[in-house]
C-alpha cells in the first residue's frame, strides 16, 4: 500500500512564505525516509472555498442515503477535501498567525472537514472524532516574538482543539519571530535551521 503525505498550505505569500517553506522541508524529509511515497499538495490560497450556509449545513446533517442530488453537489467540494485528508498517513499544515488567529483559508477549508459519519460521529456520550490518531503536524508562524504575550497565540489552542476533536494527533512546530527576516535582523536560512530541527526530531 503507497503511503501518503497532504502538505497543506495557507500563506498568501508565495515564495517568500515562511510556512511555506518550512512544509517543503517536512515534505522533502517525509520523501527521504517514504522514497515510494507519495505527496499530495493543497494549497488554500489558490483553492476558491465559499463560506458554509444554511443549505450546506442541512445536507451534511442528512443521513448520506437520503440526501438529493442537489445536496451531495453542495457537498461535493468537501467531499474532495475530506478524501484527502482520510487517505493521508500523514498530514503538514503551514499555518502563518493572521491577526492573532488562522487565516480566513484555513478556516473555510477545516469547516469544510467536518463531516458526520466521515471524520466526526454523534454518540450518546458526545461528538467522538474519527481520524483514528492521524498524524497532523502544524507549522505555525508568526511575525512577532510571543515569548512574553503567549496568551495573544489564538492559532495553537485552536488547531489542537479542532484536529483533536476530529480524532487527531496533533504536532506543532511554531516559528515565531518572522519579521526578523523581513527586517534583515536574521538570515533566513539560519532562522529556518532551527525549525528544520524540530522537523527532523518529529521525523526521526
Not at 106 to 130: C, E, N
Request: charged residues 20%; proline residues 5%; glycine residues 8%.
Amino acid at each position: 500500500m503507497t503511503t501518503t503525505l497532504l502538505r497543506v498550505d495557507s500563506s498568501p505569500m508565495g515564495e517568500t512564505s515562511i510556512s511555506r517553506a518550512l512544509t517543503q522541508e517536512y515534505a522533502r524529509r517525509w520523501r527521504d525516509a517514504h522514497p515510494q511515497g507519495r505527496i499530495v499538495a493543497r494549497d488554500l490560497a489558490t483553492t476558491s472555498i465559499p463560506p458554509l450556509d444554511a443549505a450546506w449545513i442541512a445536507a451534511n446533517y442528512a443521513p448520506e442515503a437520503e440526501r438529493s442530488p442537489a445536496q451531495h453537489a453542495l457537498l461535493a467540494q468537501s467531499t474532495e477535501l475530506v478524501g484527502e485528508l482520510v487517505a493521508a498517513d500523514d498530514v503538514v499544515i503551514g499555518v502563518p498567525m493572521h491577526n492573532w488567529g488562522p487565516p480566513a483559508t484555513m478556516k473555510l477549508w477545516a469547516d469544510q472537514l467536518v463531516r458526520f459519519g466521515v471524520t466526526i460521529a454523534s454518540t450518546p456520550g458526545g461528538l467522538r472524532g474519527m481520524l483514528g490518531g492521524k498524524r497532523v503536524t502544524c507549522i505555525v508562524t508568526a511575525g512577532r516574538h510571543f515569548e512574553a504575550h503567549a496568551g495573544r497565540n489564538h492559532v495553537e489552542p485552536w488547531l489542537r482543539t479542532f484536529f483533536g476533536n476530529l480524532g487527531a494527533a496533533v504536532s506543532i512546530i511554531f516559528a515565531d519571530g518572522t519579521a526578523d527576516v523581513r527586517h534583515h535582523r536574521i538570515e533566513r536560512a539560519e532562522f529556518l535551521a532551527r525549525h528544520v530541527e524540530a522537523i527532523a526530531s518529529l521525523l526521526a
